[in-house]
T-cell receptor
């Protein structure tokens, strides 16, 4: 069975600084996909970034980038130039290829200090 | 606008009173799913559907029912709600066009069972 672990329940960062959120996962499949979702106080689930396991290149989306270490089964999210609007819960998630089941970590609450 | 619509957004009710949370998507997606979100547990899948008349249990199906009579709709039914079903519920959908498609989430339904 897939598992996704986020070891940091809470993190904080100063505005304009960089922060990295950790995520590790476990899957027996070689074909899988990884995601980071953002949940602001409005509680919407917003896709931040998607990574295909077969691609070695780390995905980036503006100020958001990932460090995908396949051998270590690690998928951390880096937020550069943090903004107040980045304050949210962040969830790491994984889908195995051939399945649509999205397995989530428990989340990391990010606080951005002005 | 492409969206997943859940109703109601908030509901306070009493133990044992049957309730239905509706979910509708306008993207012609085959896959739909229900999750519940609890503090410290992340999102856990309740039920999912791969297409019309095809539903299956997720990780926490006890106490819930679903149906998929039309492609766009996937209601979540609590026949006899209990206080341990107090939670934040999300409906999500995605296309089955190859693996790893991001799921689109509704805005959530906050249920309180007294």
């Amino acid at each position: 069975a897939q598992t996704v672990t986020q070891s940091q329940p809470e993190m904080s960062v100063q505005e304009a600084e960089t922060v990295t959120l950790s995520c590790t996962y476990d899957t027996s499949e070689s074909d899988y996909y990884l995601f980071w979702y953002k949940q602001p106080p409005s509680r919407q689930m917003i896709l931040v970034i998607r990574q295909e396991a077969y691609k070695q290149q780390n995905a980036t989306e503006n100020r958001f980038s990932v460090n995908f270490q396949k051998a270590a089964k690690s998928f951390s999210l880096k937020i550069s130039d943090s903004q107040l609007g980045d304050a949210a819960m962040y969830f790491c998630a994984c889908i195995q290829g051939g399945s649509e089941k999205l397995v989530f970590g428990k989340g990391t609450k990010l606080t951005v200090n002005p | 606008e492409a969206q997943v619509t859940q109703n109601p957004r908030y509901l306070i009710t009493v133990t044992g009173k049957k309730l239905t949370v509706t979910c509708s998507q306008n993207m012609n997606h085959e896959y739909m799913s229900w999750y519940r979100q609890d503090p410290g547990l992340g999102l856990r899948q309740i039920y999912y559907s791969m297409n019309v008349e095809v539903t299956d249990k997720g990780d926490v199906p006890e106490g819930y029912k679903v149906s998929r009579k039309e492609k766009r709709n996937f209601p979540l039914i609590l026949e006899s709600p209990s206080p341990n079903q107090t939670s934040l519920y999300f409906c999500a959908s995605s296309p089955l066009q190859g693996a790893g498609q991001p799921q689109h989430f509704g805005d959530g339904t906050r249920l309180s069972i007294l």
